[in-house]
């Protein structure tokens, strides 16, 4: 199904962020969202539906609409494939969020004593 052009055109969601969900032969078939349910469905177009068609954000910080959009497809037939960026968020890496924290943490209480720590305020000896 994917490799025939023709066929493609019917099967496979082209995303492309901002822009509204339409796919098929002269962007025939779009997908919307069920305002009671908030799952996701391929509709053919209409005038009356048109305003409804979903639009991508790849760039939502919520993951609900793209996992959403990944189980559009059928696994037998491949209809409804989605391709593209479903989502893309640019957030902190963990590496930056750790090393931000200890900088912070030693203008706050100065460069750390690893001797003074180990020695402690609290000793005591075992006898035995």
Do not use: C
Not at 4 to 14: G, H, L, S, Y
């Amino acid at each position: 199904v994917l490799k025939d052009r023709e066929q493609a055109q019917e099967a496979v969601i082209r995303l492309e962020h901002g822009q509204p969900i339409l796919f098929g032969t002269d962007n025939t078939k779009g997908v919307v969202r069920d305002p009671l349910t908030g799952d996701l469905s391929v509709v053919a177009v209409t005038e009356d539906n048109r305003s409804q068609i979903l639009v991508h954000d790849a760039h939502t910080t919520n993951p609900n609409t793209a996992f959403a959009l990944s189980r559009l497809a059928d696994a037998d037939t491949l209809h409804h494939t989605p391709i593209g960026v479903l989502r893309s968020v640019q957030r902190p890496v963990y590496d930056t969020q750790m090393t931000e924290q200890l900088d912070t943490a030693t203008e706050q209480n100065g460069k750390g004593d690893l001797g003074a720590l180990l020695a402690g305020n609290d000793n005591w000896t075992v006898v035995g």
